[in-house]
């Protein structure tokens, strides 16, 4: 594992950097995961292992540093801000993004930060708006911060491993409290121009993911008409990187071989 010192919030993002040859991509995780959690199995498949795979965990999450300092927010816009001096550190010139789930939202918002270097974007089961009531950001945005810190996390990962979401449950205990908090307020406050609005204005090839037991999803064909590639991983829902590790490492091939 490896390191990058992000001044801002002084502390230290950690990350996988499996080589390979062609065009790097640089994963990124979803509420309660951690790419260093998710997706060494999905970067180590045939189709995806001659590509250099970046496996970031966001901070608060993970193996990285979780600052508590005022000088970090922990919003959606604060995380793209520091991956993009990540990606400048690196020297990428042109890179695959992929993200998952809040890790969609990341992404789009780093997007706007380093368009010229994205070769392309691929998202799995993204957030594309701001969270609606369902959403596990919603639920936890909704409640009084002092009390999901003193409490509530605790109990969201208890909840987990009783209703037998287990691997949710082991990833999500390595958070920070505050950084799930946080995170959960600014996806159900949003960004202007939103998430969608970002990704439709992209140039670069798009490609959507969706994993069969998500489905029926009207998205599909919302996001078919704004000419961006749909993918669906069979056997897998949500956590399609713990349930079809294969299936969606096809998914993400494919997108990269769309034109």
């Not at 993009?84 to 918002?109: C, M, R």
């Not at 919603?138 to 009390?147: C, G, Q």
Request: charged share 20%.
């Amino acid at each position: 594992m490896k390191e990058f010192f992000v001044k801002k919030a002084n502390c230290m993002l950690r990350y996988n950097d499996f080589h390979g040859e062609q065009t790097p991509i640089l994963f990124i995780h979803g509420l309660g995961c951690a790419s260093s959690f998710d997706y060494p199995q999905v970067a180590t498949q045939e189709g995806l292992k001659k590509h250099r795979c970046i496996l970031v965990d966001l901070l608060g999450a993970g193996y990285s540093d979780k600052p508590d300092n005022s000088d970090f927010d922990y919003t959606v816009n604060d995380h793209a801000e520091y991956l993009a001096e990540f990606v400048n550190s690196l020297g990428l010139k042109s890179f695959v993004l992929f993200g998952h789930s809040l890790g969609g939202a990341v992404a789009l918002s780093l997007a706007t930060k380093c368009r010229e270097h994205i070769d392309r974007i691929i998202l799995s089961e993204a957030n594309l708006d701001k969270s609606v009531i369902g959403s596990t950001s919603k639920y936890i945005a909704d409640l009084d911060m002092h009390d999901f810190l003193d409490n509530g996390f605790s109990r969201l990962v208890q909840d987990s491993r009783i209703s037998g979401n287990q691997m949710w449950a082991a990833v999500l205990s390595s958070w920070s409290p505050k950084a799930a908090y946080l995170i959960s307020k600014s996806a159900a406050k949003g960004e202007e121009p939103t998430w969608r609005e970002t990704l439709y204005s992209l140039e670069c090839s798009k490609t959507f993911i969706f994993g069969e037991n998500s489905l029926p999803d009207s998205d599909m064909e919302v996001l078919s008409t704004h000419n961006i590639n749909i993918e669906i991983v069979k056997n897998a829902g949500h956590s399609m990187a713990w349930e079809n590790p294969e299936g969606l490492a096809k998914a993400i091939e494919n997108g990269i071989q769309t034109k």
